[in-house]
């Protein structure tokens, strides 16, 4: 069965034998605002994300979460507090670390190997090179047949997997996800989902996934993070202890997935309570 930790808890031996991937140690982020005021989105957050962990990220609408992200990525420094990644302190957008965001982050005049290519011939990687790992990865999401069509060309489903593999391709040790696959229709998210964690498996990187669904959340990860209504801060980890490989259609069946579920439930649900009752209240 699952269990709720102190939040930021390592959570094993495994994590003193390694450097963290990730460490969150008391992180704040305030925005200025347009009337001048000062917006906190997260505020002292203590988390630790192990090496080659997947990491879920849950919490009410507009608590922070993707702010998170942001701070690991370097897009955001903290206000107070540290963000480490590998063992440093965050200093601008780092080579290790890929995005995939909400929205598709393809180039729409490139063609699908294009796209894939971007990445490494970016970083400097001679052409030929570039073209070769770009197929490979293309070939790895099934979308070899279509490396010459354009993103307009391809569903919504068949745009995510390109920008898994223009992601992936760049081979980071930190993979940051924000809602990357929210727009998808309920049968495409669970194939992509599939395809995601047997992508992952073989990568040994870091993954850091935020999602609204908390049964999404379950059936990918490693461990479940509960944010607090905003400002966010880390609420309870929950451990997953569904075996691994998993399908997300066949894991959801498993009564531990159900058990975990209402335990999960629990925390976020009192947070999303607070965050509605707040709405209500500036609404009134």
């Avoid at 959570?11 to 347009?34: C, N, Q, Y």
């Avoid at 001048?36 to 609408?61: I, K, M, Y």
């Avoid at 420094?77 to 965001?101: K, L, N």
């Avoid at 998808?184 to 992509?192: I, S, Y």
């Amino acid at each position: 069965m699952s269990g709720a930790k102190d939040p930021g808890s390592p959570g094993g031996a495994a994590a003193g034998r390694d450097v963290p991937a990730i460490e969150l140690v008391g992180a704040t982020k305030r925005f200025r605002t347009p009337s001048g005021g000062l917006h906190t989105a997260v505020r002292d957050l203590h988390l630790t994300v192990r090496q080659g962990e997947f990491v879920a990220v849950v919490g009410p609408t507009g608590c922070g979460k993707s702010t998170t992200l942001t701070l690991v990525s370097g897009l955001e420094e903290p206000s107070e507090g540290e963000v480490r990644v590998q063992g440093g302190p965050v200093a601008g957008i780092g080579t290790q670390v890929g995005f995939v965001f909400q929205q598709d982050a393809v180039f729409p005049w490139r063609t699908v190997l294009s796209n894939v290519t971007a990445g490494p011939r970016f970083r400097g990687v001679p052409a030929a090179e570039a073209r070769e790992r770009a197929r490979d990865w293309l070939a790895r999401v099934g979308l070899a047949a279509f490396e010459d069509r354009y993103p307009h060309q391809l569903s919504g489903g068949m745009r995510k997997r390109v920008a898994l593999a223009q992601t992936l391709v760049n081979d980071p040790r930190i993979l940051l996800m924000d809602e990357p696959f929210s727009a998808l229709d309920v049968q495409t998210r669970a194939l992509v989902s599939d395809q995601l964690l047997e992508l992952w498996s073989g990568t040994g990187a870091s993954v850091v996934f935020v999602t609204h669904d908390l049964e999404e959340a379950i059936a990918l990860a490693d461990r479940v993070v509960v944010m607090t209504a905003g400002p966010a801060t880390v609420k309870q980890v929950f451990d997953i202890d569904l075996p691994r490989p998993r399908t997300v259609e066949a894991v959801r069946l498993e009564p531990r997935f159900i058990e975990t579920y209402r335990e999960i439930w629990a925390s976020l649900g009192e947070e999303v309570r607070i965050t509605r009752e707040r709405g209500a209240g500036s609404a009134a």
